[in-house]
């Protein structure tokens, strides 16, 4: 019985690691290929964003609850904190350009939150990749040495 439960924990895990996977995926061709942009709107891109942030949660927590230890640990994490954060980065970015555009008035603040807005536009448009593709790849080499094992 305890094997079950412990193969169907691992199974969620995985379904949504791949479900995060597929939805990053599409979500970063929309955005960085100009040929799929013409499919889709702005509705799609939020949508897709919240769902990358609740999964990315998700992983982490069912990372977190299965107790999940040692590199597999740190991908599953990297993982979802990157898909996640993509969209949180991408938000934040869009909030102080915003932001500086009321502030252009202001020299001294503007340049501070022109500042914060490259800063989360390099950390959503380079970091969270990144970190993705690393993580992701990582994780499917653990699951497929973790697979060979049994």
């Known amino acids: 019985m305890g094997w079950v439960a412990m193969s169907q924990k691992e199974n969620t895990l995985t379904v949504i690691f791949y479900l995060l996977a597929a939805v ?8 960085f ?3 799929f942009r013409g ?4 509705t799609f891109m939020i949508t897709s964003g919240v769902i990358l942030v609740i999964l990315g949660s998700v992983l982490i927590g069912l ?5 999940v230890e040692g590199k597999l640990k740190k991908l599953l994490i990297l993982t979802g904190a990157s898909a996640a954060g993509f969209f949180i ?3 934040l970015h869009n909030i102080f350009y915003a ?3 009321l502030t252009s ?4 603040l503007s340049y501070l939150i022109k500042a914060f807005e490259v800063i989360f536009f390099l950390i959503a448009i380079f970091a969270c990749p990144i970190g993705f593709v690393i993580g992701v790849i990582g994780t499917i080499v653990m699951f497929n040495k973790k ?3 049994f």
Request: net charge positive.
């Open 147 to 149: 697979r060979k094992m």
């Open 89 to 91: 980065f991408v938000l």
């Open 33 to 35: 290929i100009p040929a």
């Open 24 to 31: 990053f995926v599409l979500a970063i061709s929309i955005i």
């Open 63 to 67: 990372t977190l609850v299965q107790k």
């Open 39 to 42: 499919f889709v709107s702005s």
């Open 105 to 108: 008035h202001t020299t001294i």
């Open 99 to 101: 932001l500086a555009q």
